[in-house]
């Protein structure tokens, strides 16, 4: 496909659970961007890797929340004994450049703590 | 950290009436971009702006960076009920390469 791929779409779970999201970005892509979004909010940064590095991630909320880039492609965004309050939807952005240059996002993935 | 704030948070228009939303950095912006994210979609991009004073058109809509490179407004003409959604500007500081969002503004145009 050649657009930027998050599964699920949507997800369950209960609280307490380990949860991974999953993001293909568009290919040759060297920036993936990882987005959390709540409702009537804009989408709030979390991290950001160039390549397979993680350059900032300063927006990951505490230490429940993990991202890992190992091939410089697919990107997996883990959350560990998830709370009700990560319920949101999680975005994933991919662009050439650093910021420079357009930022293509996934549908998202839906997640739901019960 | 840096904040990105828009105003105003949501705006109500019949078609036909004129549009804005203004964007205001914290801190210096490199570039800025703008998008567009309609009801249960996801963001879509719109146009980005690098030079201070720049000013740029596409169709009905007029986008402008500030001279101090800390703001931004998005002007739409004569808005039709395609224009609904939430709008987005997202900054990229000058001392770092993260893009960060600002609050948006959710525009509704009745017919």
């Known amino acids: 496909g050649a657009g930027v791929s998050q599964t699920p779409s949507n997800k369950v779970t209960e609280k307490g659970k380990y949860v991974e999201l999953r993001c293909d970005p568009i290919?040759?892509?060297?920036?993936l961007y990882w987005y959390r979004q709540s409702l009537g909010q804009g989408p709030e940064f979390l991290i950001y890797f160039q390549g397979t590095g993680a350059a900032d991630d300063s927006g990951l909320p505490n230490d429940r929340f993990f991202a890992v880039r190992p091939e410089g492609s697919v990107s997996t965004l883990k959350i560990q004994r998830t709370e009700r309050g990560d319920s949101a939807v999680y975005l994933c952005?991919?662009?050439?450049?650093?910021?420079?240059?357009?930022?293509?996002f996934g549908q998202g993935t839906r997640l739901t703590v019960v | 950290g840096q904040q990105v704030m828009q105003i105003p948070q949501y705006q109500h228009v019949q078609e036909g009436e004129d549009f804005t939303t203004y964007c205001n950095s914290s801190t210096t912006l490199s570039n800025i971009q703008w998008y567009k994210q309609r009801p249960g979609g996801h963001p879509v991009f719109l146009i980005q702006?690098?030079?201070?004073?720049e000013v740029k058109k596409q169709k009905r809509l007029t986008f402008q960076f500030g001279e101090a490179k800390k703001n931004s407004s998005l002007h739409i003409t004569a808005t039709q009920t395609t224009d609904v959604g939430t709008y987005f500007c997202a900054g990229l500081d000058t001392g770092f390469q993260k893009l960060v969002f600002g609050t948006g503004t959710r525009l509704l145009v009745s017919p």
């Open positions: 952005a991919s662009s050439l450049g650093t910021g420079t240059t357009e930022a293509f």
């Open positions: 702006l690098v030079k201070s004073g």
């Open positions: 290919s040759g892509h060297t920036a």
